[in-house]
């Protein structure tokens, strides 16, 4: 079931690349040879980073970002089984092949898994941890509007984050989205390196500060002291 989960939660994130490929496509013919060739530029550049995310999928790895303030929260992610932990100050939200968790003020909610070509839950995300922070399917949904704008202007660059390299886009000049500029970077591992923008009036400022190549379980467990609301359907109660 696990190794069933990942190949298509792969499938689905190489859809996301093949999306924007066609959507380029599409935006180029409409377009004079200029901007034409300004699009699939600027979608090379999304796409090489959409594709490094994709292949940091394929490791362990836990990820801690600090945000405003000196607020920390640490992504944690296993590929077999496919499992995605953000554990927030105020909470958590967990994705798992058994359920779908989100845990705030002491309480935790159970449903069912979300489907295996079934991106996660932003909202829930966002529910639990607040604007301030953006993971990574909402980072790239933001380049790949920018890659799509033949407004917008997307400047490659490289930084050093925690060590390892990472390519950066600085993005200008968006139209009708939710943020009008920002920076975001994927290191070499692929992970989000740093997000600095304003997104839907909320500024956001994510820096990387630790990335380790392994995950420990009990990040993906109900917490023991939690009062646990379990409302999967195909799980016997007690």
């Known amino acids: 079931m696990a190794i069933r989960m990942y190949s298509w939660r792969a499938a689905r994130r190489a859809g996301v690349t093949m999306l924007v490929t066609a959507g380029l496509a599409a935006s180029a013919a409409c377009s004079t040879p200029g901007d034409a060739q300004e699009v699939i530029s600027q979608g090379r550049v999304v796409d090489g980073m959409a594709s490094s995310i994709d292949e940091g999928t394929t490791r362990s790895y836990t990820a801690t970002y600090q945000l405003d303030g000196g607020e920390t929260v640490t992504v944690v992610h296993t590929p077999d089984p496919y499992r995605d932990a953000f554990l927030f100050p105020g909470g958590r939200y967990v994705s798992t092949p058994e359920f779908e968790m989100t845990c705030k003020g002491g309480g935790c909610t159970l449903i069912d898994p979300l489907a295996s070509n079934a991106p996660l839950d932003t909202d829930a995300i966002g529910e639990v941890g607040g604007a301030n922070f953006l993971p990574a399917q909402t980072i790239l ?69 630790s990335y380790v190549e392994n995950a420990e379980n009990a990040h993906f467990d109900v917490p023991p002291e939690a009062k646990v609301d379990d409302r999967r359907k195909d799980v016997k109660k007690k």
């Open 141 to 209: 949904g933001l380049l790949t509007k920018a890659a799509l704008d033949t407004g917008a202007s997307i400047e490659q660059s490289d930084a050093t984050l925690v060590g390892e390299h990472a390519s950066c886009a600085q993005v200008s000049g968006l139209s009708n989205t939710d943020s009008d500029a920002f920076e975001a970077c994927v290191t070499n591992r692929g992970v989000v390196g740093r997000f600095t923008g304003t997104v839907d009036g909320t500024a956001v400022n994510m820096l990387l500060v």
